[in-house]
Every structure is written in C-alpha cells, then in structure tokens.
C-alpha cells in the first residue's frame, strides 16, 4: 500500500480517548509533540499514582529505549506509546507471561487495523517478511506495570543495528489511522494481560504459531550464549533450545539471530 493510502493524521489525545471510552476504558490519555521516553513518562505516573489503562504517547522521543538498554530510533509517522497495567498483573506470573500478552495484543490490533499480520521474533520484536517493523518492553513496578510499544506505522525501512527494518504501512491492506491504531492496541493488549483459561490458551497458542524461530537454528548470545535448535516454548514465554551438545535448555533472555543455512547444517553433522 502506498504513502498516499495512509491517513497521516497527527496523534491526538481527543481522538484516542473517544476510541477508548467507545469500548469501555475510560483512561487519561496524554499526547506529546516531544518527550525523552513514553515509557519514562508511564512510569513517572505510575510511581504517582496514575490509574490503570493511563497512555502517554509522543510524535518524537530524544531518548526512547528498547529490551537491553537499546536505543528506539524514531521513524516519521511513527506511533511510540506506554499504557500503565495495574490489573492482573499481579497473578499473572513472569515477566515473560506479561511480554507474551502485550506482543500478542499489538500483533492483533494491527491486523484488525491495518490487515498487516505480522510475525514475531522471540521474545518482543515484531516481524514482517524477516524485517522489523516494531517492539514492545514490559517494565514492571511494585505489583503494576508499564508496556512500552514502537512501530514503524507509515515509514521505517531500511537497517538498524544490522537488522533490516519495515514499516507496518508497506504490508497494510487497508488504510488506517495512527489513532485508531494506537488505541486499538490499548485495548486488546490489556485484553490479553487479563485473559485466563481458554482465552490465554489462544493467546498463547497464537504468540508460538506466529514465532519465526520455531524449528530453526539460532544462535543467542548476551549473558548466556548458546547455538541450537528452538523446539519450542515454555508457558512463561522462555525460548527451549536443543543446544549442539543435545542437552536441552530453557533460555529466558538474550538476543537471537537466525544461523546461516550452510553454517547450521555444517553443526548438524558436530
């Protein structure tokens, strides 16, 4: 879809909170030309008090943040927003639960909005085609918590610390709305971080058939480095590895890339 296809309407605070009050969430909704990070301001209202289902978005970050202490480059048309998660938090487990939850809410927002459907790479990244498109960071604190989200909505491609990036509007079928989209994602991210019993099944099940690593060779490195098979995930979201040693393990944080096709087959064969 091109450019010309997307609404390029500014985010507005207005708009946002009408969408979210249609469907029940009456939450206050703060909208910023420029701020260092949405998820500082999310977490600054936290400490202070702000209600559950609270959003602060921003046009432009100076100093947005990713998994690992990252950097999040913004991307014009970009849509980077943080919403503060009081309910279900609590009895919801790991971390990992919360980013399973909060990846899956913004992987369906977006193909309800746009008809884009998206991938994901373990654990957080959001995938089109092998290319990033977007990322969410779960931050917890005390028995709450922050999501943080950043798309490429309408631009973004190109390259970022070596991996290749997209934007949501190149995969659209259908126009769509910053505004919509945002809000979209509000709602059915905090339907997900409260689902249970056959409803977290589904996200769940949804969250593993949309991996680009099932059943492929990987190697992760960070505090734990390993190469290996993924076989699967456990329920709490940690990645199982058969490593090339055959053990099998259970890898809950790290960064993972893809191995060279000749590369794992040669380790095949160790």
Not at 4 to 21: E, G, H, Q, T
Not at 157 to 169: L, M, N, S
Request: hydrophobic share 45%; proline share 3%; net charge neutral.
């Amino acid at each position: 879809m091109t450019d010309a296809a997307i609404l390029w309407a500014p985010l507005r605070a207005s708009v946002i909170r009408k969408r979210l009050c249609a469907q029940g969430l009456y939450a206050p909704v703060t909208v910023s030309d420029e701020t260092s990070s949405t998820q500082n301001d999310a977490l600054n209202g936290l400490r202070a008090g702000a209600r559950h289902g609270a959003v602060y978005a921003a046009e432009h970050q100076t100093q947005g943040r990713g998994r690992r202490g990252r950097r999040w480059l913004t991307t014009p048309g970009g849509l980077l927003f943080s919403v503060i998660v009081r309910d279900g938090v609590a009895s919801s487990g790991p971390v990992g639960r919360l980013t399973v939850a909060a990846v899956m809410g913004t992987v369906r927002a977006i193909q309800d909005c746009t008809g884009a459907s998206a991938s994901i790479k373990w654990p957080n990244d959001l995938m089109f085609a092998e290319a990033k498109a977007g990322g969410v960071l779960v931050e917890t604190y005390k028995d709450a918590a922050v999501v943080g989200v950043g798309l490429n909505a309408l631009s973004g491609a190109g390259r970022a610390e070596g991996q290749a990036t997209t934007a949501i509007a190149a995969f659209a079928t259908r126009v769509f709305d910053r505004n919509d989209l945002l809000a979209a994602c509000v709602l059915q991210i905090l339907d997900c971080l409260t689902a249970e019993g056959a409803a977290w099944d589904a996200v769940y099940s949804e969250w593993v058939g949309r991996s680009t690593l099932l059943g492929r060779q990987v190697e992760i490195s960070g505090a734990l480095c390993a190469r290996g098979l993924v076989e699967g995930f456990a329920p709490d979201g940690a990645l199982r590895l058969r490593d090339e040693a055959g053990n099998r393990r259970q890898i809950r944080s790290g960064d993972v890339s893809l191995r060279p096709m000749e590369d794992a087959q040669a380790g095949i064969h160790e």
